[in-house]
């Protein structure tokens, strides 16, 4: 499982301090739950600009929380720490689309031989 930690700026505290968070990336399940962290929205200079969904990405905080184990201490997070967590699951999620738009593109060509017929190799 692939995690990713956040150094916080001030620690935050619950049966202990924590100077740190662990977050898993999302999963098929939340995906499918809570859909995308953000929203394309137009820029104004014909180009579209990923804006954050605030209450989708403290769901995904809360279900990917790895280290502490208990959620509710992400409630302590100063601002900074706080655009840290932001930045960390809009990024997961840029990265995933990217991929998928990458994998479209690479399927979507296909060679075809000067019949126009697909192309298939004998093994």
């Known amino acids: 499982m692939s995690t990713h ?3 916080l700026e001030a620690a935050i ?3 202990e301090a924590a100077r740190e968070l662990v977050f898993r990336e999302p999963k098929w399940s939340e995906f499918m739950r809570l859909g995308p962290c953000y929203r394309w929205v ?3 200079d014909g180009n579209m600009i990923a804006v954050p969904d605030n209450d989708v990405i403290e769901r995904y905080a ?3 929380l790895v280290k502490p184990n208990d959620p509710l201490m992400l409630s302590q997070l100063g601002l900074a720490d706080a655009h840290k967590v932001v930045d960390l699951f809009v990024g997961f999620g840029l990265a995933a689309e990217g991929v998928a738009a990458a ?3 690479s399927s979507s060509t296909s060679s075809k031989s000067s019949s126009g017929d697909p ?3 004998a093994s």
């Open 42 to 44: 137009p820029r104004g």
């Open 62 to 64: 809360e279900a990917c």
């Open 5 to 7: 930690t956040i150094k």
């Open 119 to 121: 192309q298939t190799s």
């Open 13 to 15: 505290a619950g049966h």
């Open 103 to 105: 994998s479209r593109t």
